[in-house]
């Protein structure tokens, strides 16, 4: 997978930026706040139709302006392909791909693969349960289709029980609607818990022999916190929700399942979260996304973009050097202030103040 083009219209400080893309490694270099990120933040959006920063889209917008365009060329094992999003203070995006519309965001979901790191994956390691349940939704919904709407389905069924639990019915009258939605809410959760355990299985497995080749002497593992080695998903499941329904009534909310999961990563057999200096958490989570690309490709046939923002400044020479021969194989976009001695070819793309200097 490669891009070709990016064209941006009144996108946060640009105006208008016609900027082309090569094979291996591109730098997008410049100073500080003159919008290296958000060139990949456009890339991103454009792949799972938000921004990494959470952002809403009328922020995305350049100030004074009403809408903003971002267009993308790139090419796949299918052919070349084009995807145009509009954004609008007063209307909805509007998506386009190969000059169709697109109704609903699961459409664009796993057209353009990419995988993005910046210095805010930090909360992958360290941070709450919820960003890495996202890293597992957004990773695997990239190549499989399904799990995007199962999660969207599960998702629909949660509230629905939650909306039970949470009523001012009898107890009677909440345990005979919840004999509806709790079998759905299960079945869901297997389908949901079955992918991430074969995904965490393959992302494991690749990623310690990455950091292995980075750090030399550390030893990575990677756990998800659903046991599937004693009882089935549904077994489990079933018996949690039955021994626990007045806990759950009581607090009004569902107690179980795969939207309370999480992943443990540990570093010689010590947890990471707690541990781990902020060194060696950061090469953790550069390392994981740097599985993921192989875990992909491995999916879909070809590798996805790599998006790496502000990554550089945080390794020392030696892990620059082999995150940098680890990376050049695929399409990568990295920013930084400054280009490291290299011994190979790279593409440069200078930015200032929203506009290409030189590319």
Do not use: W
């Amino acid at each position: 997978m490669k891009i070709d083009n990016i064209k941006l219209n009144t996108f946060r400080n640009y105006e208008n930026a016609n900027i082309s893309l090569k094979d291996g490694i591109n730098f997008i270099v410049g100073k500080n706040a003159q919008g290296k990120t958000n060139l990949l933040e456009s890339v991103y959006l454009l792949s799972v139709g938000k921004s990494p920063k959470n952002s809403k889209d009328k922020q995305i917008i350049k100030f004074g302006a009403d809408k903003s365009r971002v267009d993308i060329n790139f090419s796949t094992r299918e052919g070349n392909k084009t995807i145009q999003m509009l954004l609008d203070r007063f209307n909805k995006k509007s998506i386009r791909i190969n000059n169709l519309n697109v109704l609903k965001i699961a459409e664009l979901v796993g057209v353009l693969s990419v995988v993005y790191f910046s210095p805010d994956e930090l909360k992958l390691i360290k941070e709450v349960p919820e960003d890495r349940r996202r890293f597992l939704d957004v990773s695997i919904s990239q190549f499989d289709k399904a799990y995007l709407y199962d999660i969207i389905k599960y998702d629909k069924i949660l509230k629905q029980r939650n909306t039970i639990l949470k009523s001012n019915s009898s107890k009677e009258t909440k345990l005979e609607e919840l004999k509806l939605f709790t079998p759905q809410l299960i079945d869901t959760a297997e389908q949901i818990i079955i992918k991430r355990v074969k995904f965490i299985e393959n992302l494991k497995n690749i990623a310690k022999n990455i950091h292995k080749t980075i750090t030399n002497t550390e030893s990575l593992e990677i756990f998800y916190s659903f046991d599937i080695s004693t009882k089935s998903i549904k077994e489990q499941l079933n018996e949690l929700f039955e021994k626990n329904i007045d806990k759950e009534l009581e607090l009004g909310y569902t107690c179980f399942g795969p939207h309370r999961d999480d992943i443990i990563f540990k570093i010689n057999d010590l947890d990471c979260k707690y541990y781990a200096s902020q060194g060696q958490q950061r090469t953790v989570a550069l390392v994981v996304k740097l599985a993921l690309m192989e875990v992909i490709k491995s999916h879909i046939g070809e590798y996805p973009i790599l998006l790496l923002d502000d990554v550089l400044s945080e390794l020392d020479y030696s892990r620059q050097n082999k995150m940098l021969e680890l990376t050049k194989k695929y399409q990568t976009l990295i920013t930084c202030t400054s280009i490291p001695i290299l011994d190979f070819e790279y593409n440069k793309i200078e930015i200032e103040n929203g506009q290409v200097v030189t590319q």
